[in-house]
């Protein structure tokens, strides 16, 4: 069974950065893909960004440009850089892979 578990959130001004991390057990981490997905008040789930194991990435549109996904095999973690974040951008963030979640990250974006 996989396990993932987020870390890095928090409070930001907008127009700051945030970097998160997803860590990843009990897979062959390197053959997978693995997809951020955020979630705001009163929202539905959707997708951010994904990885594959051969680096391939895409983006969600409203973040393309100012978020950046990387992935350390090394290590089984999967990062997420965000830059020039936004109120909009406020929202639980989980990963995602091989049908398992994680338990998420508050990002919260205020002045």
């Known amino acids: 069974q996989v396990q993932l578990v987020e870390s890095g959130g928090g409070l930001v001004q907008p127009g700051g950065s945030l970097r998160l991390s997803c860590a990843v057990s009990?897979?062959?981490?390197?053959?997978?893909?693995v997809d951020w997905y955020r979630q705001a008040p009163g929202k539905e789930r959707e997708f951010v960004a994904f990885i594959t194991s051969g680096g391939v990435t895409n983006y969600a549109p409203s973040v393309k440009g100012r978020f950046t996904i990387s992935r350390d095999n090394a290590k089984n973690t999967v990062a997420l850089q965000m830059n020039s974040l936004k109120p909009e951008d406020t929202a639980v963030y989980y990963c995602?892979?091989?049908?398992?979640w994680g338990q998420g990250t508050q990002v919260t974006v205020s002045s």
């Open positions: 995602y892979s091989q049908g398992s």
């Open positions: 009990g897979s062959i981490f390197n053959i997978n893909t």
